[in-house]
């Protein structure tokens, strides 16, 4: 584990995998460390040549917490109403600026691209930002930013409002079962209970904070929609989803697709907001034949 200090924000990161192989960096989601990278998919993506580069976004992890006043139930209300009402303490954006300050940070001119979830939506934004930096794209059961697409299933609104409003349990056994439980809801069928444990205990262990989670769903809500310019995109862009998700329905993921030109789109029906075992190694597969579609950088 290291941290990089960029600008007022500290980051933490691991790097897997050969120093001369080809930088990729994962992106994770709302409220979720970079331990949730499954073991065996990072292993898949090493035996791939690739140099896995995963972090902690902003508010969450090993990373740097915002110092502002905690936001209230009303300003989460508002953005869900009444987005742009500026309840924010930063954007998706400044989470883009995060990651290509990493890759700065570790010298890497070019990188490929893999986000989940939210890191989906942020490996959007740096690429459209910065379309200099990225190499090729992976977008992970995540969506455009459009509210038209990708909406929540109306059965998991109760359990998201009260998990974002709770305390953090100081027992750990506890946490650790809320942890598990949340994640089963969002899960496909596949999900894998003894598995999810051991990933929510570690994480449970290194840093816990409810109000980072809701500073990041603030940054979602608050954040414009990117479907125009996805369709700048010119880097190979590779969709994935699970038709059984539940948290970002798959409109979200078709949504994406169509809007970036000349992208794949590749759906599960026995995957919902997870990343299952049994299509780890093929979703590794996918991520390296987009890849390998890309230029290569030129020498200096």
């Known amino acids: 584990m290291a941290t990089a200090q960029l600008g007022h924000v500290e980051i933490a990161y691991e790097v ?28 898949a993506l090493v035996e791939r040549g690739f140099r896995v580069i995963r972090h902690d976004n902003r508010d969450i992890g090993l990373s740097s917490f915002t110092e502002s006043p905690p936001p209230s139930r009303a300003a989460v209300v508002r953005s869900f109403l009444r987005p742009g009402t500026g309840g924010a303490d930063y954007l998706l954006a400044d989470m883009a600026e995060d990651a290509r300050a990493l890759l700065d940070h570790l010298d890497v001119a070019t990188a490929h691209v893999v986000g989940a979830s939210m890191g989906g939506m942020i490996a959007q934004q740096l690429t459209v930002d910065h379309p200099e930096r990225v190499r090729s794209l992976t ?19 109760p359990s998201m409002a009260l998990s974002l409003t709770q305390g953090h349990p100081s027992d750990e056994e506890e946490a650790v079962r ?23 205990r570690a994480a449970v262990r290194r840093s816990v904070s409810p109000i980072g989670t809701v500073r990041q769903l603030l940054a979602i809500l608050e954040s414009p929609d990117r479907t125009e310019r996805l369709a700048s995109v010119q880097v190979p862009t590779l969709v994935v989803h699970g038709l059984a998700d539940r948290l970002v329905a798959p409109s979200g993921g078709i949504a ?11 759906m599960f029906p026995d995957m919902g907001h997870d990343l299952p075992r049994a299509r780890r190694d093929e979703i590794a597969e996918a991520i390296a034949r987009n890849a390998a579609r890309a230029v290569s950088p030129a020498r200096p």
């Open 178 to 200: 809320l942890g598990v439980e949340g994640w089963r809801r969002i899960a496909g069928p596949l999900f894998d209970e003894e598995e999810m444990t051991t990933m929510v």
């Open 256 to 266: 994406t697709a169509r809007a970036v030109p000349g992208s794949r789109l590749l």
């Open 16 to 43: 897997d995998g050969p120093p001369d192989g080809e930088p990729l960096l994962l992106v994770m989601g709302l409220g979720t460390q970079l331990v949730a990278w499954p073991t065996d998919f990072v292993a």
């Open 139 to 157: 977008s992970i059961m995540s969506t455009t930013g459009s509210r038209r697409h990708g909406r929540v299933h109306p059965s998991l609104l």
